[in-house]
Every structure is written in structure tokens, then in C-alpha cells.
């Protein structure tokens, strides 16, 4: 079940529409009916809402001015205007669908399905990535224990022994794996999350859009700006302001390798 609020200043766009709801989409859960913006807020920081029915044109403050308060929960948003000019607008503000008044039953199913798929799937990934961070804790706060995390991949997902990662490149919102079989993973989340699951001592960001396990670490110069040269070939960028940070690291896993 999704818990929603259907914020809308006019009475009968909150009825219908919570009829609607009510007789064909039983995996939505309305825990809160607002007749601004305002109230809006209010029940945002009371309830763990899931998804919001918005509509953008009310007085006072339009639907776009709850967006910033939104972006701080995990809600989505399904905007409902009688205005198409809106709809621009409201893709920008990653509205997960948007509804033109009166409401198609068939549309309003439509948008609902997405909802449920997208925000399960959120809270799937979410969940995960909750369990690495409380493995990495329960490791007695030590992440140089961590030797494998799962990464989701189209099929499912993937045990992954972090010897087996050379690099991790960003691409947007987006993690690539680049694996010593030759392998590269896409994931859905950004290169932060990885670098704080893991072990620091190990893999180093040395870039805004690189982090490179210190065991293929080839060589590193400064040719061409600072640059290091992996095991596979690739050379990576080392931005200045991380320059020091790389240069503590490499320093101090060469010598742990050679006391072993």
C-alpha cells in the first residue's frame, strides 16, 4: 500500500478524485486530504507519505512551490491541473506523472501502476543499500572487513568480490563497475554511496568521477596533470584538490603490502 495526500484547493477535484481512488486503486492508502500548499507541508513533516496527488493552480501558493519540501522526502509526485500548459514544468520538477482535469479513470489506473512500481522499487534499493551501511557498522565499525557487496543488475543481482573492482567511473546519476574479468556493471546510484560503503584504506576517490582500487595502481605521473595508470591499461585523472589524499593512501597501503 502507498500512502497518498491529494492536496487541491477546489472541493469537488479532492472528492472526486478520492472517489476515484477509493473504487479502483486498492494499493493507494489516503492518509491526508489538504486544501493548500501549506496544509500540504503540515502533513509532509506529521505522516511518511509515499505519494502526492498536486494540484499547481490554487491561490496563494502554487503546487511548483511544495517541490523544494518534497525533494527532502522520499515522495513522489503525480501532478492534477485542468492546465496543459503545465506540463513542461511539471517534467522538469521529476513529477513522476502528470493528470489533466476532468481525470480519465484509465489514465489515473495508469499513473497509479507507475507509482507503485517505481516507489516499491525505490524502497527496495533503499532498503539495500540500508543493509550495506548497517553491515559496514556492524563490522565494529570496520569497513577494511567488508569483502563483497551486491550489486543490482538487470538479471537481479550480483555478489561481487570488491578485489574484482579496479574502478568505479560516474556517469550522472549512475555507478559503472569496471571488473578484472572485464565485466562493467551499471548501477542506479551516485559514486558517494560507494565511497562511503567502501574500505577507505583501499579504494580512493581521486576524481569527482573516480574512484580506483589501490591494488591496480600500475603507476602515476604527472605528465599530463597528475594521472594514474591501472592494471587494465586505463589511465584515470587525479584532481588537484584530491591529489594529497591519493598521495597518503597509495603511500600507506605500498607500505602495509610491504610489511606482508
Do not use: W
Request: net charge negative.
Amino acid at each position: 500500500m502507498l500512502n497518498a495526500i491529494i492536496v487541491d484547493d477546489e472541493e469537488f477535484a479532492r472528492s472526486s478524485l478520492y472517489f476515484l481512488l477509493q473504487q479502483n486503486c486498492e494499493s493507494v492508502n489516503i492518509i491526508g486530504i489538504a486544501k493548500s500548499v501549506n496544509e500540504a507541508r503540515t502533513l509532509l513533516n506529521q505522516q511518511n507519505v509515499d505519494l502526492i496527488f498536486l494540484d499547481i493552480a490554487m491561490p496563494g501558493e502554487n503546487g511548483f512551490e511544495l517541490i523544494p519540501q518534497v525533494q527532502q522526502t522520499n515522495a513522489s509526485v503525480i501532478f492534477t491541473t485542468a492546465y496543459d500548459q503545465y506540463a513542461l514544468k511539471a517534467i522538469k520538477a521529476n513529477a513522476l506523472d502528470y493528470l489533466l482535469k476532468p481525470i480519465d479513470i484509465d489514465e489515473l489506473k495508469e499513473a497509479v501502476n507507475k507509482a507503485v512500481k517505481y516507489i516499491n522499487l525505490n524502497k527496495a534499493e533503499n532498503n539495500r543499500n540500508e543493509s550495506l551501511k548497517n553491515l559496514a557498522n556492524d563490522l565494529s565499525g570496520d569497513k577494511t572487513s567488508i569483502q563483497k557487496i551486491t550489486l543490482p543488475s538487470a538479471q537481479g543481482y550480483k555478489l561481487i568480490d570488491i578485489d574484482d573492482i579496479i574502478h568505479i567511473e560516474a556517469d550522472s546519476n549512475y555507478s559503472i563497475f569496471n571488473l578484472t574479468n572485464l565485466e562493467k556493471i551499471v548501477v542506479s546510484k551516485v559514486l558517494k554511496d560507494y565511497e562511503e560503503i567502501l574500505p577507505e584504506n583501499r579504494f580512493v576517490r581521486v576524481h569527482k568521477s573516480s574512484i580506483v582500487n589501490l591494488k591496480f595502481v600500475k603507476e602515476y605521473n604527472s605528465r599530463n596533470g597528475l594521472q594514474v595508470l591501472l592494471n587494465n591499461g586505463e589511465t584515470i585523472n587525479v584532481s588537484r584538490r584530491r591529489a594529497s589524499d591519493f598521495f597518503d593512501k597509495i603511500k600507506a597501503y605500498t607500505n602495509i603490502q610491504s610489511e606482508n
